[in-house]
Nanobody, 128 residues
Framework: QVQLVESGGGLVQAGDSLRLSCAAS????????MGWFRQTPGKELTFVAA????????YYSDSVKGRFTISRDNAKNTVYLQMNGLKPEDTAVYYC?????????????????????WGQGTQVTVSS
């Protein structure tokens, strides 16, 4: 089992940048594909970005493509989400999640229910 802890959220202005981190413990992070999701009050989790276990392939939602970058440092057991050009509509609680590296990740990386472990979330608030 892997434990995930997000950090790096905060209150910023539109156009600013933030870098979220997701630190893993308990198991080697390279055993897992990783994803970032976000959620606003009363809404379901929505996919933001995902990265395969060795960082070879990344995926992004259309709403963040070109602004956000997901990366990982398996030696540090950490996954990152660099968020540039933040907009008020990016305001949400951001969660990282781990998937036990199934071979068909490309078919479900955007599906929250498919992930096995979740962090507690970090709040990102973007003011206009």
């Amino acid at each position: 089992q892997v434990q995930l802890v997000e950090s790096g959220g905060g209150l910023v202005q539109a156009g600013d940048s933030l870098r979220l981190s997701c630190a893993a413990s308990g198991r080697t992070l390279s055993n897992y594909h990783m994803g970032w999701f976000r959620q606003t009050p009363g809404k379901e989790l929505t996919f933001v970005a995902a990265i395969t276990r060795y960082g070879i392939t990344t995926y992004y939602s259309d709403s963040v493509k070109g602004r956000f970058t997901i990366s990982r440092d398996n030696a540090k057991n950490t996954v990152y989400l660099q968020m540039n050009g933040l907009k008020p509509e990016d305001t949400a609680v951001y969660y990282c999640a781990a998937d036990r590296a199934a071979t068909d990740f490309s078919t479900y990386y955007f599906t929250a229910a498919k992930y096995d472990y979740w962090g507690q979330g970090t709040q990102v608030t973007v003011s206009s």
